[in-house]
């Protein structure tokens, strides 16, 4: 059974940097195919694609946000963190992960994290 | 890159079918068979429906199928139920420098 758990703080100062953790069980991020993706979706607003990492240690990350995003991966222990530097209010958003699997499905997302919501405000 | 374009309400009574639209152009929705729909409920985390344009993930009822002609994609929700009411989204494939672009959402609403 997949299950991914995203986390971080709940407020964040403006020009702060947060820091994201997607912690997941149920596959491995060693194996081939295997990616976890970064989405966040504003109140009310729509879903916005961050970033994605691959097994493989590829990465991507949407050409509007690519200077501000890294997202790193340790297999060892199950994790994908993802960081955002000199957040701003705009920033405010639920912060998603999710699994995919290039060889099936590919980029789609078929398992997410509960979410998890981030405010910036100083 | 924009987002892509679905309406932002659709409606239909129980029984009926509703069509929901997501336009993009041939360098997305057009040029790749990577469509996916999403449904999302109030306060919960979006569940895939639809994968590679007409794909269903096993265990999501075959009152939802997916389409496309040209540049734009639809998902059908045939036979509406009441717990279909939620928004739904669509994304696509852009390219490997932007691998995912989702549209701005539907607000499907079961009358």
């Known amino acids: 059974q997949i299950t991914l758990k995203d986390s971080g703080p709940t407020l964040v100062k403006p020009t702060q940097t947060l820091t994201l953790t997607c912690t997941f069980s149920?596959?491995?991020?060693?194996?081939?195919?295997?990616?976890v993706g970064w989405i966040r979706q504003p109140p009310g607003k729509a879903l916005e694609w961050l970033a994605l990492i691959y097994w493989d240690d590829d990465k991507r990350y949407s050409p509007s946000l690519k200077s501000r995003l890294t997202i790193t991966k340790d297999t060892s222990k199950n994790q994908v963190v993802l960081t955002m530097t000199n957040l701003d209010p705009v920033d405010t958003a639920t912060y998603y992960c999710?699994?995919?699997?290039?060889?099936?499905?590919?980029?789609?997302?078929?398992?997410w994290g509960q979410g998890t919501l981030v405010t910036v405000s100083s | 890159q924009s987002a892509l374009t679905q309406p932002p309400s659709a409606s239909g009574s129980p029984g009926q079918s509703v069509t929901i639209s997501c336009t993009g152009t041939s360098s997305d929705v057009g040029g790749y068979n990577y469509v996916s729909w999403y449904q999302q409920h109030p306060g919960k985390a979006p569940k895939l429906m639809i994968y590679?344009?007409?794909k269903r993930p096993s265990g999501v009822p075959d009152r939802f199928s997916g389409s496309k002609s040209g540049n734009t994609a639809s998902l059908t929700v045939s036979g509406l139920q009441a717990e279909d009411e939620a928004d739904y989204y669509c994304s696509s494939y852009v390219g490997s420098n932007n691998p995912v672009l989702f549209g701005g959402g539907t607000k499907l609403t079961v009358l």
């Open positions: 590679e344009v007409t």
């Open positions: 999710a699994h995919t699997n290039y060889y099936s499905g590919s980029y789609s997302f078929d398992y």
């Open positions: 149920g596959f491995s991020l060693s194996t081939g195919g295997v990616g």
